[in-house]
Protein backbone atom coordinates (compact mmCIF):
# COMPACT_ATOMS: atom_id res chain seq x y z
CA UNK A 1 0.00 0.00 0.00
CA UNK A 2 1.11 3.42 -0.86
CA UNK A 3 2.78 5.84 1.94
CA UNK A 4 0.08 8.11 1.73
CA UNK A 5 -2.72 5.98 1.81
CA UNK A 6 -1.75 4.28 4.78
CA UNK A 7 -1.86 6.91 6.86
CA UNK A 8 -6.28 6.97 6.38
CA UNK A 9 -6.30 4.31 8.79
CA UNK A 10 -4.89 5.73 11.55
CA UNK A 11 -6.42 5.27 15.08
CA UNK A 12 -7.46 9.04 15.56
CA UNK A 13 -8.84 8.95 11.22
CA UNK A 14 -10.77 6.49 12.39
CA UNK A 15 -12.29 8.33 15.33
CA UNK A 16 -12.72 11.11 12.71
CA UNK A 17 -14.79 8.20 10.27
CA UNK A 18 -16.99 7.13 13.06
CA UNK A 19 -18.16 10.61 14.11
CA UNK A 20 -18.56 11.73 10.32
CA UNK A 21 -20.92 8.51 10.17
CA UNK A 22 -23.15 9.27 13.67
CA UNK A 23 -23.49 12.53 12.25
CA UNK A 24 -25.01 11.20 9.38
CA UNK A 25 -26.87 8.76 10.74
CA UNK A 26 -28.68 10.62 13.13
CA UNK A 27 -29.35 13.82 10.44
CA UNK A 28 -30.24 11.59 7.25
CA UNK A 29 -31.90 8.75 9.03
CA UNK A 30 -33.09 9.78 12.60
CA UNK A 31 -34.66 13.05 11.47
CA UNK A 32 -33.83 16.69 12.41
CA UNK A 33 -35.83 20.10 12.98
CA UNK A 34 -36.30 22.15 9.94
CA UNK A 35 -34.55 25.57 10.00
CA UNK A 36 -36.69 28.82 10.15
CA UNK A 37 -35.92 29.92 6.75
CA UNK A 38 -37.26 26.54 5.29
CA UNK A 39 -41.09 25.30 4.59
CA UNK A 40 -40.02 21.48 4.78
CA UNK A 41 -37.25 19.37 5.48
CA UNK A 42 -34.87 18.89 2.53
CA UNK A 43 -34.72 15.66 0.93
CA UNK A 44 -32.18 12.51 2.74
CA UNK A 45 -30.54 12.49 -0.67
CA UNK A 46 -29.67 15.83 -0.50
CA UNK A 47 -28.46 15.98 2.62
CA UNK A 48 -26.54 12.45 2.22
CA UNK A 49 -24.86 13.86 -0.78
CA UNK A 50 -23.66 16.84 0.92
CA UNK A 51 -22.56 15.41 3.87
CA UNK A 52 -21.10 12.42 1.43
CA UNK A 53 -19.08 15.56 -0.58
CA UNK A 54 -17.78 16.57 3.17
CA UNK A 55 -16.35 13.30 3.51
CA UNK A 56 -14.88 12.77 0.19
CA UNK A 57 -12.78 16.30 0.91
CA UNK A 58 -12.13 14.93 4.28
CA UNK A 59 -10.53 11.74 2.81
CA UNK A 60 -8.75 14.31 0.28
CA UNK A 61 -6.60 15.84 3.04
CA UNK A 62 -6.06 13.00 4.87
CA UNK A 63 -4.45 11.38 1.94
CA UNK A 64 -2.11 13.79 1.32
CA UNK A 65 0.86 14.87 3.26
CA UNK A 66 0.75 17.57 5.59
CA UNK A 67 2.81 20.57 4.05
CA UNK A 68 0.95 23.54 3.61
CA UNK A 69 -0.57 23.89 -0.06
CA UNK A 70 -3.59 26.31 -2.13
CA UNK A 71 -5.12 23.05 -2.74
CA UNK A 72 -5.24 21.54 0.80
CA UNK A 73 -6.23 24.82 1.85
CA UNK A 74 -9.24 25.15 -0.39
CA UNK A 75 -10.23 21.76 0.65
CA UNK A 76 -10.79 22.52 3.93
CA UNK A 77 -12.11 26.03 3.16
CA UNK A 78 -14.74 23.63 1.18
CA UNK A 79 -15.27 21.13 3.99
CA UNK A 80 -16.04 24.78 6.44
CA UNK A 81 -19.01 25.73 3.37
CA UNK A 82 -20.35 21.94 3.14
CA UNK A 83 -21.10 21.86 6.94
CA UNK A 84 -22.66 25.56 7.01
CA UNK A 85 -24.43 23.90 3.99
CA UNK A 86 -25.72 20.62 6.24
CA UNK A 87 -26.50 23.36 8.86
CA UNK A 88 -28.62 25.74 6.65
CA UNK A 89 -30.71 22.54 5.29
CA UNK A 90 -30.89 20.60 8.86
CA UNK A 91 -31.30 21.80 12.37
CA UNK A 92 -29.67 19.51 14.57
CA UNK A 93 -26.89 19.82 16.96
CA UNK A 94 -24.61 17.35 16.05
CA UNK A 95 -23.80 19.11 12.83
CA UNK A 96 -21.44 21.55 14.45
CA UNK A 97 -18.95 18.81 15.46
CA UNK A 98 -18.27 18.67 11.80
CA UNK A 99 -16.49 22.09 12.21
CA UNK A 100 -14.57 20.49 15.24
CA UNK A 101 -13.26 18.14 12.62
CA UNK A 102 -11.97 20.73 10.36
CA UNK A 103 -10.25 22.87 12.87
CA UNK A 104 -8.01 19.89 13.32
CA UNK A 105 -7.28 19.90 9.79
CA UNK A 106 -6.93 23.57 10.06
CA UNK A 107 -4.30 23.27 12.58
CA UNK A 108 -1.92 21.19 10.46
CA UNK A 109 -1.65 23.40 7.24
CA UNK A 110 -2.09 27.11 8.68
CA UNK A 111 0.44 28.77 10.93
CA UNK A 112 -0.75 29.91 14.26
CA UNK A 113 -2.26 33.20 12.84
CA UNK A 114 -3.82 31.91 10.39
CA UNK A 115 -5.05 29.19 12.89
CA UNK A 116 -6.73 32.19 14.93
CA UNK A 117 -8.48 33.91 11.92
CA UNK A 118 -9.90 31.06 10.33
CA UNK A 119 -11.62 29.62 13.80
CA UNK A 120 -12.62 33.19 14.42
CA UNK A 121 -14.41 33.59 10.80
CA UNK A 122 -15.77 30.21 11.11
CA UNK A 123 -17.36 30.94 14.67
CA UNK A 124 -18.61 33.93 13.71
CA UNK A 125 -20.57 32.13 10.81
CA UNK A 126 -21.30 29.92 13.41
CA UNK A 127 -23.33 32.21 15.16
CA UNK A 128 -24.88 33.50 12.23
CA UNK A 129 -26.36 29.75 11.83
CA UNK A 130 -27.98 29.68 15.82
CA UNK A 131 -29.36 33.16 15.76
CA UNK A 132 -30.75 33.68 12.43
CA UNK A 133 -30.93 29.96 10.57
CA UNK A 134 -31.65 27.82 13.65
CA UNK A 135 -33.83 30.82 15.38
CA UNK A 136 -31.46 29.81 19.12
CA UNK A 137 -32.29 32.14 22.06
CA UNK A 138 -28.64 31.85 23.49
CA UNK A 139 -26.76 31.61 20.00
CA UNK A 140 -23.65 33.21 21.94
CA UNK A 141 -23.90 30.07 24.79
CA UNK A 142 -23.78 27.75 21.97
CA UNK A 143 -21.26 29.12 19.66
CA UNK A 144 -18.78 29.41 22.83
CA UNK A 145 -19.39 25.69 23.38
CA UNK A 146 -18.20 24.43 20.06
CA UNK A 147 -16.19 27.08 19.59
CA UNK A 148 -13.53 26.29 22.96
CA UNK A 149 -13.98 22.44 21.37
CA UNK A 150 -12.60 23.61 18.18
CA UNK A 151 -9.58 25.56 19.97
CA UNK A 152 -8.93 22.24 22.16
CA UNK A 153 -9.31 19.98 19.07
CA UNK A 154 -6.83 22.69 17.15
CA UNK A 155 -4.44 22.73 20.08
CA UNK A 156 -3.72 19.49 20.51
CA UNK A 157 -3.29 18.63 16.69
CA UNK A 158 -0.80 21.93 16.49
CA UNK A 159 0.92 20.44 18.98
CA UNK A 160 0.85 16.95 17.64
CA UNK A 161 2.60 18.74 14.41
CA UNK A 162 4.90 20.76 16.21
CA UNK A 163 6.37 17.24 17.92
CA UNK A 164 6.41 15.92 14.63
CA UNK A 165 8.45 18.27 13.05
CA UNK A 166 11.18 18.26 16.27
CA UNK A 167 11.14 15.11 15.49
CA UNK A 168 11.84 15.27 12.39
CA UNK A 169 14.40 18.24 12.59
CA UNK A 170 16.17 15.49 15.53
CA UNK A 171 16.42 13.13 12.70
CA UNK A 172 17.71 15.20 10.65
CA UNK A 173 20.60 16.61 12.87
CA UNK A 174 21.21 13.13 14.40
CA UNK A 175 22.19 11.60 10.87
CA UNK A 176 23.74 15.08 10.18
CA UNK A 177 26.31 14.51 12.97
CA UNK A 178 26.66 10.15 12.08
CA UNK A 179 27.61 10.76 8.31
CA UNK A 180 29.97 14.09 9.30
CA UNK A 181 31.23 11.40 12.23
CA UNK A 182 32.00 9.01 9.37
CA UNK A 183 33.57 11.86 7.08
CA UNK A 184 35.72 12.98 10.09
CA UNK A 185 36.94 9.11 10.81
CA UNK A 186 37.85 8.73 6.46
CA UNK A 187 39.75 12.47 7.29
CA UNK A 188 41.77 11.39 10.22
CA UNK A 189 42.66 8.10 8.55
CA UNK A 190 44.60 9.93 5.22
CA UNK A 191 45.48 12.62 7.69
CA UNK A 192 47.39 9.64 9.74
CA UNK A 193 49.01 8.23 6.90
CA UNK A 194 50.37 12.04 5.27
CA UNK A 195 52.01 11.78 8.87
CA UNK A 196 52.88 7.91 9.09
CA UNK A 197 54.73 8.59 5.48
CA UNK A 198 56.33 12.23 6.35
CA UNK A 199 57.76 10.16 9.74
CA UNK A 200 59.22 7.32 7.46
CA UNK A 201 60.85 9.71 4.86
CA UNK A 202 62.36 12.51 7.34
CA UNK A 203 63.48 9.82 10.33
CA UNK A 204 63.83 6.65 8.93
CA UNK A 205 65.02 7.45 5.06
CA UNK A 206 67.62 10.33 6.98
CA UNK A 207 69.36 7.57 9.06
CA UNK A 208 69.32 5.87 6.17
CA UNK A 209 70.87 8.26 4.37
CA UNK A 210 73.24 8.87 6.88
CA UNK A 211 74.16 5.09 7.24
CA UNK A 212 74.94 4.63 3.34
CA UNK A 213 77.31 7.31 3.99
CA UNK A 214 79.22 6.06 6.22
CA UNK A 215 79.12 2.48 4.67
CA UNK A 216 80.67 4.16 1.18
CA UNK A 217 83.44 5.82 3.29
CA UNK A 218 84.14 2.84 5.32
CA UNK A 219 84.62 0.81 1.81
CA UNK A 220 86.96 3.40 0.98
CA UNK A 221 89.37 2.21 4.57
CA UNK A 222 92.30 0.02 2.84
CA UNK A 223 91.77 -2.16 5.85
CA UNK A 224 88.65 -3.25 4.88
CA UNK A 225 88.35 -2.21 0.99
CA UNK A 226 86.94 -5.06 -0.83
CA UNK A 227 85.09 -6.89 1.97
CA UNK A 228 82.12 -8.68 1.28
CA UNK A 229 80.49 -7.94 4.67
CA UNK A 230 80.53 -4.27 3.87
CA UNK A 231 79.47 -4.72 0.35
CA UNK A 232 76.55 -6.68 1.72
CA UNK A 233 75.70 -3.76 4.33
CA UNK A 234 75.93 -1.21 1.34
CA UNK A 235 73.98 -3.19 -0.80
CA UNK A 236 70.78 -4.12 1.98
CA UNK A 237 70.63 -0.10 3.02
CA UNK A 238 70.23 0.73 -0.67
CA UNK A 239 67.39 -2.05 -1.63
CA UNK A 240 66.02 -0.60 2.47
CA UNK A 241 66.00 2.93 1.33
CA UNK A 242 64.37 2.23 -2.12
CA UNK A 243 61.76 0.21 -0.32
CA UNK A 244 60.72 3.06 2.50
CA UNK A 245 60.74 5.62 -0.26
CA UNK A 246 58.42 3.16 -2.10
CA UNK A 247 55.88 3.09 1.07
CA UNK A 248 56.47 6.54 1.62
CA UNK A 249 55.02 7.25 -2.47
CA UNK A 250 52.22 4.80 -1.55
CA UNK A 251 51.09 6.10 1.55
CA UNK A 252 51.01 10.03 0.28
CA UNK A 253 49.08 8.99 -2.67
CA UNK A 254 45.12 9.14 -1.94
CA UNK A 255 42.65 7.62 -3.94
CA UNK A 256 40.01 9.71 -2.63
CA UNK A 257 37.93 9.55 0.37
CA UNK A 258 34.82 6.98 0.47
CA UNK A 259 32.03 8.11 1.54
CA UNK A 260 29.53 5.08 1.44
CA UNK A 261 29.75 4.56 5.14
CA UNK A 262 28.97 8.68 5.51
CA UNK A 263 25.86 8.05 3.35
CA UNK A 264 24.64 5.00 4.69
CA UNK A 265 25.06 6.67 8.06
CA UNK A 266 22.75 9.66 6.66
CA UNK A 267 19.72 7.55 5.95
CA UNK A 268 19.90 5.43 9.11
CA UNK A 269 17.58 7.53 11.63
CA UNK A 270 15.38 7.74 8.78
CA UNK A 271 12.11 4.53 8.26
CA UNK A 272 11.50 6.15 5.05
CA UNK A 273 12.41 5.77 2.69
CA UNK A 274 14.65 2.80 1.75
CA UNK A 275 18.55 3.78 0.47
CA UNK A 276 19.47 1.97 -2.20
CA UNK A 277 23.29 3.10 -2.74
CA UNK A 278 25.15 2.29 -5.45
CA UNK A 279 29.39 3.97 -5.67
CA UNK A 280 31.17 2.91 -8.67
CA UNK A 281 35.09 2.00 -7.18
CA UNK A 282 36.55 4.42 -9.02
CA UNK A 283 34.17 7.63 -7.68
CA UNK A 284 35.91 8.95 -5.13
CA UNK A 285 36.25 12.44 -4.30
CA UNK A 286 39.06 14.13 -3.82
CA UNK A 287 38.76 16.98 -1.16
CA UNK A 288 36.53 17.81 2.45
CA UNK A 289 34.60 20.28 0.15
CA UNK A 290 33.48 18.12 -2.47
CA UNK A 291 32.74 15.24 0.22
CA UNK A 292 30.60 18.10 1.79
CA UNK A 293 28.60 18.69 -1.28
CA UNK A 294 27.53 15.08 -2.16
CA UNK A 295 26.35 14.19 1.47
CA UNK A 296 24.43 17.50 1.49
CA UNK A 297 23.09 16.45 -2.25
CA UNK A 298 22.30 13.11 -0.80
CA UNK A 299 20.65 14.39 2.92
CA UNK A 300 18.25 17.12 0.78
CA UNK A 301 17.29 14.01 -1.34
CA UNK A 302 16.48 11.83 1.83
CA UNK A 303 14.76 15.17 3.11
CA UNK A 304 12.67 15.56 0.09
CA UNK A 305 11.92 12.57 -0.44
CA UNK A 306 10.83 11.88 3.54
CA UNK A 307 8.70 14.83 3.53
CA UNK A 308 7.32 16.23 0.28
CA UNK A 309 7.18 12.87 -1.99
CA UNK A 310 6.25 10.35 0.46
CA UNK A 311 8.49 8.22 -1.55
CA UNK A 312 8.97 4.51 -0.12
CA UNK A 313 12.64 4.32 -1.79
CA UNK A 314 15.72 6.10 -3.24
CA UNK A 315 18.48 5.28 -5.43
CA UNK A 316 21.64 6.96 -5.42
CA UNK A 317 24.41 6.61 -7.64
CA UNK A 318 27.77 8.00 -7.42
CA UNK A 319 29.26 7.52 -10.70
CA UNK A 320 32.67 8.51 -12.39
CA UNK A 321 32.55 10.14 -15.71
CA UNK A 322 35.85 11.35 -17.74
CA UNK A 323 36.68 14.64 -16.56
CA UNK A 324 34.74 14.28 -12.95
CA UNK A 325 31.56 12.54 -11.18
CA UNK A 326 28.29 12.43 -11.42
CA UNK A 327 25.55 12.41 -8.83
CA UNK A 328 21.95 10.72 -9.56
CA UNK A 329 19.28 10.68 -6.83
CA UNK A 330 15.68 9.92 -7.65
CA UNK A 331 12.96 8.69 -5.71
CA UNK A 332 9.92 6.61 -5.96
CA UNK A 333 6.92 9.44 -5.03
CA UNK A 334 4.15 10.25 -7.10
CA UNK A 335 4.39 13.94 -7.32
CA UNK A 336 2.60 16.71 -9.77
CA UNK A 337 3.60 19.63 -11.23
CA UNK A 338 6.45 21.44 -12.13
CA UNK A 339 9.22 21.61 -8.63
CA UNK A 340 9.48 24.69 -7.43
CA UNK A 341 13.10 24.61 -5.77
CA UNK A 342 13.34 25.49 -1.88
CA UNK A 343 16.03 26.72 0.09
CA UNK A 344 17.66 23.36 0.36
CA UNK A 345 17.65 22.67 -3.07
CA UNK A 346 18.93 26.19 -3.63
CA UNK A 347 21.59 25.52 -1.18
CA UNK A 348 22.61 22.74 -2.67
CA UNK A 349 23.11 24.53 -6.38
CA UNK A 350 24.94 27.15 -4.51
CA UNK A 351 27.55 24.37 -3.19
CA UNK A 352 28.14 22.39 -6.10
CA UNK A 353 28.42 25.67 -8.52
CA UNK A 354 30.85 26.96 -5.83
CA UNK A 355 32.74 23.94 -6.89
CA UNK A 356 32.80 24.37 -10.32
CA UNK A 357 29.48 21.68 -10.86
CA UNK A 358 25.89 22.34 -11.13
CA UNK A 359 22.52 20.83 -10.23
CA UNK A 360 19.49 19.83 -12.49
CA UNK A 361 15.99 19.02 -11.61
CA UNK A 362 13.04 16.84 -12.88
CA UNK A 363 10.42 14.42 -11.87
CA UNK A 364 10.59 10.71 -13.11
CA UNK A 365 8.18 8.74 -15.09
CA UNK A 366 6.15 8.04 -12.22
CA UNK A 367 6.10 11.05 -10.54
CA UNK A 368 9.26 10.90 -8.46
CA UNK A 369 11.87 13.83 -7.93
CA UNK A 370 14.98 12.92 -9.82
CA UNK A 371 18.23 15.44 -9.03
CA UNK A 372 21.16 14.75 -10.57
CA UNK A 373 24.55 16.56 -9.93
CA UNK A 374 28.29 16.91 -11.07
CA UNK A 375 31.74 18.03 -9.64
CA UNK A 376 34.60 18.36 -11.69
CA UNK A 377 37.41 15.69 -11.70
CA UNK A 378 37.88 14.22 -8.31
CA UNK A 379 41.27 12.44 -7.04
Known amino acids: MHAPFKQLF ?12 AIGWEVIFLGSGVPAWLEAAPPAWLLATVHLAWFGLFLGVLSADNNPCTRLRAMVVAQYLLAFAMMALARNSTLPILL ?9 LWSPRGVAVVLVLANLALYGVYAFVWGWASPLVGTLMVGCFQIFAASAAWFGVSAERARDELAAANADLLATRSLLAETARDGERLRLSR ?4 VAGHKLTA ?10 DPRVAGDAQVALCARLADELLADIREVVQQMRRSDGMDLGPAIE ?3 TPFPRPRLHLQIDGDARVGSLAQAEAVLRAVQEGLTNAARHSQANNLWVVLAREPGGLRLDIRDDGRGRGALEPGNGLRGMRERLQALGGGLELGRTDTGGVHLQAWLPVAA
Open 10 to 21: TPLNFAGYVTWA
Open 211 to 220: LKLNLAALSR
Open 199 to 202: ELHD
Open 100 to 108: ILCAVQVAH
Open 265 to 267: ALA
